[in-house]
Structures are given as C-alpha cells and as structure tokens.
C-alpha cells in the first residue's frame, strides 16, 4: 500500500510538501503518480515520477510550480508545491504502476493511497 502524509491547511503563497511512502512488495521498476480532486470536480493528474531512473512527467496547469522527486532508500515520493493558490485546494493522491512509465493515465496505475486533504485559503 501506499501512506500520504503532509497535507493540511496553508496560506495562499505558501509552499507544502506531501510525502508517499511504499510499503509492502518492492518493484524494481515503479512509477508513482500524484493525482489530486478538487471539490465537486473530477480527479486530475498532476505529476509522477518512475523510480529508480528518475523520469518525471507534469501537468501543465502546475509546471514551474510542483517538483516530484523520489527517495528509493526510504521508498518514499515527495511531490513539492510552491506558491500555492485557492484552486490548489483538492484531496491528493499517489499511485503506483509498476513497471510503468511516468504516465498521466490513471488507469495505469494499481495502487492507490487513501488521499490527503489540502486547502489553500486565500
């Protein structure tokens, strides 16, 4: 399984960094996406990573704002979001798809975390 932490409440402006740690089977390969649904809306892609490479892929609505970086000793993913707006504010999901490549394709992915709130007041 996957385990989101990091989420909360924060200011618009401010900077947060959620974290998703794998647990359980280890996959040589392994892409881990981050995936968030704002509320009343449809869940979206926002980036992933493929470890142990380090191939990444973003969202265009959250480039030059969001990092997506992976600590494979700790089998943990970051996702690292800067100047945070109100439209931010969404349940954040990771997942994983092994031996996958970085896809935006939900469907790809086999594992889910549980989610975790972010709200960004303005």
């Known amino acids: 399984p996957l385990v989101e932490s990091g989420g909360g409440l924060v200011q618009a402006g401010d900077s947060l960094r959620l974290s998703c740690v794998a647990f359980?089977?280890?996959?040589?390969?392994?892409?881990v996406g981050w995936f968030r649904q704002p509320p009343g809306k449809e869940r979206e892609f926002v980036a992933a990573i493929t470890l142990p490479a380090g191939s990444t892929n973003y969202a265009d609505s959250v480039k030059g704002r969001v990092t997506v970086s992976g600590d494979n000793a700790k089998r943990t993913v970051y996702l690292q979001i800067n100047s945070l707006k109100p439209e931010d504010t969404a349940d954040y999901y990771c997942?994983?798809?092994?031996?996958?490549?970085?896809?935006?394709?939900?469907?790809?992915?086999?594992?889910w975390g549980h989610g975790i709130q972010v709200t960004v007041s303005s």
């Open positions: 997942a994983g798809a092994p031996f996958a490549a970085a896809t935006s394709n939900s469907n790809a992915y086999t594992y």
């Open positions: 359980g089977q280890i996959f040589d390969v392994l892409t």
